[in-house]
């Protein structure tokens, strides 16, 4: 029997130190990407290593799946294995048992994940809107200057190369041709 951690945060600049920082685990996997499914590759190799009898540890139900469907069948394939979820932040373990209020701890938890995720993107959304409301650049920034743009539809009508003209103003030869 062992003791795996899985933590998660959603992009490299983000410090997983936090997350199960006062449990003792023999082995501990860790991801740097979103959440909003589960392929993911520590998470893929968790799943393959962990064996009947082991306790995986994971800091918040958020930090494993952000959708109900998810959550569900990550739970449901571990218990399968024969292996206990232990959620420390909400203070509940899954251990496969047939018991109903654990099924329905699991999908309550699971829907409130699902439901924090809708109101992120729903206030996103919301920001982007009020951002171009007020005249604001939204996205990156553009590559080339109209001055550049006109430049190279110039050179392009003249028949030159279309890689040259990439290398010459440093972008890809799929931004000529998307000036073009």
Known sequence: MSDIAYVRVSSVDQNTARQLADVNVDKVFEDKCSGKDIKRPALTQCLEWVREGDVLHIHSIDRLARNLGDLQHLVGVLNGKGVTVHFHKERLQFSGANDPLQTLMLQMMGAFAEFERSMI????????????????????????????????????????????????????????????
């Open 121 to 180: 993107r729903e206030r996103q959304r919301e920001g982007i809107r009020a951002a171009q409301k007020a005249g604001k650049r939204i996205g990156a920034k553009p590559k080339l200057t109209p001055e550049q743009v006109a430049e190279i539809r110039q050179r392009a009508a003249n028949r030159e190369q279309k890689t040259s003209l990439a290398e010459e103003y440093g972008v890809s030869r799929q931004t000529i041709y998307s000036v073009l």
